[in-house]
Structure formats: structure tokens, C-alpha cells
């Protein structure tokens, strides 16, 4: 069985260790100071001597092994087993800044934690709530914050399950036997085999970052250490850009926005009149002719409306997208289908009226439907 370094101290970086199995999935070491993926944690990653393991995790039977990058060492080798350490620390700060929120969510709303995953981006805590205010995650952020400058300390304990069970923990103890409890000092217990900081002061800062259903119930979403910081840089940075685009003081971008979008929307407006009157007048200038084939100016459902009013007139219309429209018998739709086949026609319609889009060169695309409807 592999001697678990990583309850001793979390913050040990290097040791010796040898391989005493090989696998197909990895190496089994007799020593290791690398955490195998659990509780939502990612396997950590580093080296065994020039070996490069690229995740850790725990077989059927439970021993740690280590997945190796390529080639694998020989049972016996001894070699120096070195953690990525960046990687192990980023991890280490959102599953103790986890511990914090849920411990606050519990104690001071009654929220339970249901699961919990350590993400690149951002860690998650899934609540046993279906519906939670806003002002309570954000009430959450600040008084987690403000956990994190009183650097609460954090550590952890294997006591007995009779020992443990007396704690009356926020969340109910899974294992059998002996119990490793992790505590943030005045704030929270809880049975947790993982590994954690000193302090709550190594978080850094915390954001609360958005909030999802899932299962019936609200997962949270938060950003904690560098990714709190970056969050927080770049959401001023937007602001600033924002600011000085609408020239409008920070405090005035939402209403700067509304404004542009209601004229936006105007403009829309106005503009979809503009084609529609233009596809008046196209449609005016073909009047007359028992076959009216040409590319328009405007997008063709301009002519929706227009189309309506052509009686028995065949019509074919094609923008500058390749999208058309046809007013015509469902015979002729056929023979356009079949006929157009190199220039990829999709589309469909009923009664008079049938819409779509070919590919190619426009102008031969009005030759050949010229060409087509005229011999039929």
C-alpha cells in the first residue's frame, strides 16, 4: 500500500520514491506526495525522475497510480517524484475556499452542499436548494472575504467515526472507521480526505460568479486566488473601454446601452419599411411580364408581403445571399429543383409560393432558371 505523504504535510513538493507496480493505466509508487482525482478535485500531475505523469488516480482497489506520458519506469526504479506545484496549489485554494463557503451557506442560511468540482476556470458547490436570492450569494462573498483577511487557520484531524460523529458536522460522515476531519478555525468541520491550506489567508479573494439550476437545485458558481483577481481586472477593463466608447461616466453604461438599443431597433425598424418599398418598386418595374427573373437590391423577404398580390405571375427573385423566392406552380418549383441541382437549390414552399437558397454564380443561376421556365 502506498504511504500517503500528502496528509502529513500538503505542502511538500518533492521526495524519493519507487515504483513497486506497473500497469497498463500507470505506476503504483511505494511513497507519494500526489493527490489522486476525488471529491472533485483533479488527480495532481508533475514527474517521476524524466517521467512526466500527467494525472493521478485511485484503481478498483484503491491504490494511487500515477499516469504516465509515454514510456513507463521498471518495477524497483527508484526516482525523484516532484510535484507540479502550481497546479497542486491553484486546487488546493478552491477546495479550501469551497470548505469556506459552504461552511458559511450552512451556518448562516441553512444551505447545505450537495457536490462540489474544482474547475480551470471556476469551482462550483451544488446546494440541496431549488431557489436562492442573489443578495444571499453576494452576502456570502463578503463575509467569505472577510474570513480570508481574518486568516482563519485550517487543519485537519483523523479521529475515531464515535469521535467525529459527536462534532455534529454540516454534512453527514461516508466512510467507515477512522475519520479525517478538516476544521477552519471558529467557522467549520467536516469529514474531507483531501488536501487544503494553512490558512484561509493563502485564498487570496473570492468572487461569486454566477448561479445555475441543475437536478433542482442551485449551483454556484465562484472564482477564488488569480482567477478572482483576473475576473476582477478584466471586468474593469470592459468598464473603462465601455465608458470611453459610449463617453458616458461608468454609472451611465446600462442606461447608454438601453438608449442605443431602442435606437437600434428603430433603425431596424425603419429600415426593414426601406426594403419593403423597394421590393415595391422592383417588383413594380417587372410588371407586365408573364416571366420576371432578376437579383435584387434588398434581402428577398422583403418581398413577403408583395408576393401575396401577384395573381398568376411567375416570379423568380435571387439577393446578393443566393437566397430566392418563386411564385409559381409547384410543377415549375420541380423542374427549377432539378435543374438547378448543380448550384446546391435547397428550399421548399407550397401553393404559389416557395423560398430557399442555391450556391454559384448568380447571374448564371438567372440564365439557367430563365432558361428553364421559358422551355417549359
Not at 468572487?207 to 442551485?218: L, T
Not at 401553393?351 to 448568380?362: A, E, L
Amino acid at each position: 500500500m502506498t504511504e500517503k505523504l500528502y496528509y502529513g504535510n500538503g505542502y511538500l513538493k518533492e521526495t524519493e520514491a519507487e515504483v513497486i507496480a506497473v500497469s497498463d493505466r500507470g505506476i503504483i509508487l511505494d511513497r507519494t506526495i500526489f493527490y489522486p482525482e476525488g471529491g472533485g478535485q483533479p488527480g495532481d500531475r508533475g514527474w517521476f525522475g524524466s517521467f512526466k505523469i500527467i494525472d493521478t488516480q485511485k484503481d478498483s482497489d484503491g491504490e494511487i497510480v500515477h499516469v504516465i506520458e509515454g514510456g513507463k519506469p521498471v518495477l524497483g526504479e527508484k526516482s525523484r517524484l516532484s510535484l507540479d506545484w502550481e497546479h497542486r496549489l491553484f486546487y488546493m485554494k478552491e477546495h479550501s475556499a469551497q470548505h469556506l463557503v459552504s461552511s458559511l451557506l450552512f451556518s448562516r442560511y441553512g444551505i447545505g452542499t450537495v457536490a462540489v468540482h474544482q474547475g480551470e476556470a471556476f469551482f462550483t458547490i451544488e446546494t440541496d436548494s431549488g431557489e436562492i436570492d442573489e443578495s444571499v450569494l453576494l452576502a456570502t462573498e463578503d463575509e467569505a472575504n472577510a474570513a480570508i483577511r481574518e486568516n482563519h487557520r485550517i487543519w485537519q484531524e483523523e479521529m475515531s467515526h464515535e469521535a467525529a460523529e459527536k462534532l455534529n458536522m454540516r454534512r453527514s460522515i461516508k466512510v467507515e472507521g477512522n475519520v479525517k476531519v478538516v476544521f477552519i478555525e471558529g467557522l467549520d468541520a467536516v469529514a474531507c480526505g483531501g488536501v487544503h491550506l494553512r490558512s484561509t489567508g493563502e485564498i487570496g479573494e473570492l468572487q461569486y460568479y454566477g448561479s445555475e439550476k441543475i437536478r433542482g437545485h442551485v449551483r454556484t458558481m465562484w472564482k477564488c486566488s488569480s482567477l478572482s483577481v483576473d475576473y476582477r481586472r478584466e471586468n474593469r477593463r470592459i468598464v473603462n473601454a465601455s465608458s470611453s466608447l459610449l463617453s458616458a461616466e461608468p454609472e451611465m453604461i446600462l442606461s447608454s446601452i438601453e438608449r442605443l438599443l431602442r435606437e437600434n431597433s428603430d433603425n431596424r425598424r425603419m429600415l426593414r419599411e426601406a426594403e419593403r418599398k423597394v421590393a415595391c418598386l422592383e417588383l413594380a418595374a417587372e410588371n407586365g411580364k408573364e416571366l420576371a427573373v432578376f437579383r435584387t437590391s434588398v434581402p428577398v423577404t422583403a418581398f413577403e408581403d408583395a408576393f401575396s398580390t401577384l395573381g398568376e405571375n411567375r416570379v423568380f427573385i435571387i439577393d446578393d445571399g443566393g437566397r430566392f423566392m418563386f411564385h409559381g406552380t409547384e410543377e415549375e418549383f420541380r423542374i427549377l429543383k432539378a435543374g438547378l441541382s448543380p448550384y446546391s437549390l435547397r428550399g421548399g414552399g407550397r401553393g404559389m409560393f416557395f423560398r430557399g437558397s442555391v450556391s454559384g454564380d448568380i447571374d448564371s443561376v438567372l440564365g439557367e432558371v430563365r432558361s428553364l421556365l421559358n422551355d417549359k
